[in-house]
């Protein structure tokens, strides 16, 4: 018989770790067995449902750029579009909607904003309104207020030509489209033989690195196309001599070596941008031109074509573009002019360094617009287009909003078509800095001169629309602007409108 002493022999401690609770070694219970979920996936999928013809081209319409409307934004354009769509497809007529008579999303939006700016109830100095005397124009342009060209207007008779560039002889050095001309300041430093700058000692420290190190996998060696493929243009082969006689050709990106037989020559080319001129002022359908002029380039391009005339092609198109709204074409055309320009082949080179100026304005590129300004020349200053450009860049800088709109009014050749661009900013701009200065109201007629616009009507849509609708009253025979209660309303609109946008072919 063994007796056992009064004690529990237990185990030593071998670390200073507090063991965990009795709790802790009690098993878990098992899990419940549930039935597995079996996700239904033998269900068809909804059909996609197939739109009639009409209505994919009444959205294109919609979204097209020669209808848009200034002050209509995307989002509240498409959602009128859904609401027309949604109301014709729970009536069942979308086959039977007529939608090539029926009014765009944005122009039912604008009517829709014109009956509520007539709306007594909304506006309750509207029916006083008729009694003002609304001028047409303002008060200090009495009747010679200047109308913004058309393309068609351009003579380039009345532009002054000369082929003896001024800057050629005022500045001996690089000038801007001689720089510009390069794709980067790498490429630029390498061809102008700097290679003993920092620059260039940094890029060999960087290849020398680079040289000893074996990438962790192979290159993907380039595809090889089989000898039955379309051939590749060669740029050796040298230019190609077109034996085309059509005057129309649509533009079509080129996948292989160009045929001559469907390429013009110049003297055929030259009486397609006649035909074409006359066209654009007959018809004004800028789809058609634009196509019709891309076409014409390309021709031009093929047959390394660059003289006066490739210059008259390229300043046509542009200014046509411009008219439209078109800044993608007219970048690319605003582009090829810088180069064409440096080889002084003749054309109008202020005019379109004064656009630049405008364009810069409106993109804000700071950075680009210090290399246009420090390349312009005395003698380019003085050229009345540069000089209202370099005007408005420095009333725009030191924030005299009453001198920029003075010279909106009065714009030379057509900047104004790109003024327009940025004029509602800088209204929007100017409007929050009266709110701060001119309290607790302003006149109409004083906002009205004051912004440059063409009437009273043009200048309380404009506040309408950027959500001043409630801070106009009537009273003492005027309509005033509260300007004490409407300052944070521009302040918000003001930011939106400053918001960078990047744009298609910028330069």
Excluded at 196 to 214: H, I, M, P, V, Y
Excluded at 468 to 493: C, I, M, P, S, Y
Aim: glycine share 4%; with cysteine.
């Amino acid at each position: 018989m063994t007796t056992s002493g009064a004690f529990t022999a237990v185990s030593a401690r071998r670390t200073f770790v507090r063991p965990p609770p009795p709790e802790l070694y009690q098993v878990p219970p098992p899990p419940l067995q549930t039935a597995p979920v079996v996700s239904n996936t033998t269900k068809s999928e909804k059909p996609k449902r197939e739109w009639p013809l009409a209505v994919r081209q009444y959205v294109q319409r919609s979204f097209a750029a020669e209808n848009s409307v200034a002050g209509i934004g995307r989002e509240e354009m498409e959602t009128k579009l859904k609401q027309v769509i949604s109301v014709a497809a729970e009536s069942n007529t979308l086959l039977t909607q007529n939608w090539d008579s029926l009014p765009l999303p944005q122009q039912m939006i604008q009517d829709e904003r014109a009956k509520a700016l007539q709306t007594p109830a909304n506006m309750p100095w509207r029916d006083q309104f008729s009694t003002l005397n609304v001028q047409e124009t303002n008060g200090f342009s009495n009747g010679t207020f200047s109308k913004k060209r058309k393309s068609s207007d351009l003579d380039p008779g009345q532009i002054e030509h000369d082929n003896h560039v001024p800057w050629r002889d005022t500045n001996n050095r690089n000038v801007f489209e001689d720089r510009l001309s390069y794709a980067d300041k790498r490429q630029r430093n390498d061809l102008a033989g700097k290679g003993s700058s920092k620059f260039q000692s940094n890029l060999d420290t960087r290849k020398r690195r680079f040289e000893g190190a074996q990438p962790a996998f192979p290159s993907p060696q380039p595809f090889t196309p089989p000898k039955d493929d379309s051939p590749m243009p060669n740029v050796d082969q040298g230019p190609v001599i077109g034996r085309s006689q059509e005057l129309e050709k649509k533009y079509f990106r080129l996948t292989s070596a160009p045929n001559p037989d469907t390429v013009r020559p110049i003297p055929v080319l030259e009486k397609t941008l006649e035909h074409l001129k006359k066209k654009w002022k007959r018809e004004s359908n800028y789809s058609y031109i634009c196509d019709q002029f891309k076409s014409l380039r390309q021709d031009l391009t093929v047959q390394h074509i660059k003289n006066d005339f490739t210059v008259n092609v390229y300043e046509i198109h542009a200014r046509i573009a411009l008219e439209k709204g078109d800044l993608g074409e007219y970048n690319q055309c605003q582009t090829q002019l810088r180069t064409l320009y440096s080889q002084n082949l003749g054309g109008h080179p202020t005019e379109f360094k004064a656009y630049r100026i405008l364009y810069f304005i409106h993109t804000c590129n700071r950075t680009d617009m210090n290399d246009v300004l420090a390349d312009l020349t005395p003698a380019e200053k003085q050229e009345p287009a540069v000089k209202h450009a370099l005007e408005a860049r420095s009333a725009l800088a030191l924030g005299n909003y009453h001198k920029f709109f003075r010279l909106y009014l009065d714009t030379p050749n057509m900047g104004a078509y790109l003024m327009d661009m940025f004029v509602a900013r800088e209204r929007l701009a100017a409007l929050a800095n009266m709110s701060k200065a001119y309290k607790p109201e302003v006149s109409l007629r004083f906002v009205t001169e004051e912004l440059g616009f063409e009437s009273d009507e043009e200048c309380a849509q404009f506040l309408c629309n950027n959500g001043a609708q409630a801070f106009l009253d009537q009273r003492d025979g005027d309509v005033h602007l509260l300007t004490g209660k409407v300052g944070n309303t521009f302040e918000v609109a003001k930011n939106a409108a400053f918001r960078r946008v990047d744009i298609k072919g910028q330069i």
